[in-house]
T-cell receptor
Framework: GDSVTQMEGPVTLSEEAFLTINCTYTATGYPSLFWYVQYPGEGLQLLLKATKADDKGSNKGFEATYRKETTSFHLEKGSVQVSDSAVYFCALSTGSARQLTFGSGTQLTVLP | GAGVSQSPSNKVTEKGKDVELRCDPISGHTALYWYRQRLGQGLEFLIYFQGNSAPDKSGLPSDRFSAERTGESVSTLTIQRTQQEDSAVYLC????????????FGPGTRLTVT
């Protein structure tokens, strides 16, 4: 079945550091790929998405590129802020039901 | 506009009791999903409703779990004879009929079984 593997956390960075959170997937067919973010005390929010190979999703300074050849969708940000501290989930969606398959989440803490 | 809402936000129940969780999706969203998030883990898919079609129940972990949806509106997730392993945050999401499979999540119901 479909699965998502993402970098285990927690990840702790200093403000303005470069961030990469790795995500790889296994799926039948051609999935859509997502990054969701869960800020402390808040619900899950869509951060960015890509629906086909070589698409780049971007939002709030975060980027991820859909790499079919490496089945990856790594999340990057050039300069993190304290306000980026959250749990980040990589996810994919395939098939007619379109339910999301999630990775286990990566806790990011950014220190001032 | 209004997002997905869920109630109650927190529920504490005794082992063996039944619980009912409610989800109000975004108006106009035809698809509705239930997920479960155990502490420190990712989300597990439970059930999917699409319009008036038969629901996809493939993620329900046991026959103690069931869900209903009235048309394209409110959904209820029922857990009968709750067990301690049912303790989790139960999340509801809805999705519009067109677009790139985006799902919009509610704040969740935190269920604690004592």
């Amino acid at each position: 079945g479909d699965s998502v593997t993402q970098m285990e956390g927690p990840v702790t960075l200093s403000e303005e550091a470069f961030l990469t959170i790795n995500c790889t997937y296994t799926a039948t067919g051609y999935p859509s790929l997502f990054w969701y973010v869960q800020y402390p005390g808040e619900g899950l929010q869509l951060l960015l998405k890509a629906t086909k190979a070589d698409d780049k999703g971007s939002n709030k300074g975060f980027e991820a590129t859909y790499r079919k050849e490496t089945t990856s969708f790594h999340l990057e940000k050039g300069s993190v802020q304290v306000s980026d501290s959250a749990v980040y989930f990589c996810a994919l969606s395939t098939g007619s039901a379109r339910q999301l398959t999630f990775g286990s989440g990566t806790q990011l803490t950014v220190l001032p | 506009g209004a997002g997905v809402s869920q109630s109650p936000s927190n529920k504490v129940t005794e082992k063996g009791k039944d619980v009912e969780l409610r989800c109000d999706p975004i108006s106009g969203h035809t698809a509705l999903y239930w997920y479960r998030q155990r502490l420190g883990q990712g989300l597990e898919f439970l059930i999917y409703f699409q319009g008036n079609s038969a629901p996809d129940k493939s993620g329900l972990p046991s026959d103690r779990f069931s869900a209903e949806r009235t048309g394209e509106s409110v959904s209820t997730l029922t857990i009968q004879r709750t067990q301690q392993e049912d303790s989790a945050v139960y999340l509801c999401a809805s999705s519009p009929p067109t677009g790139g499979y985006e799902q919009y999540f509610g704040p969740g119901t935190r269920l604690t079984v004592t």
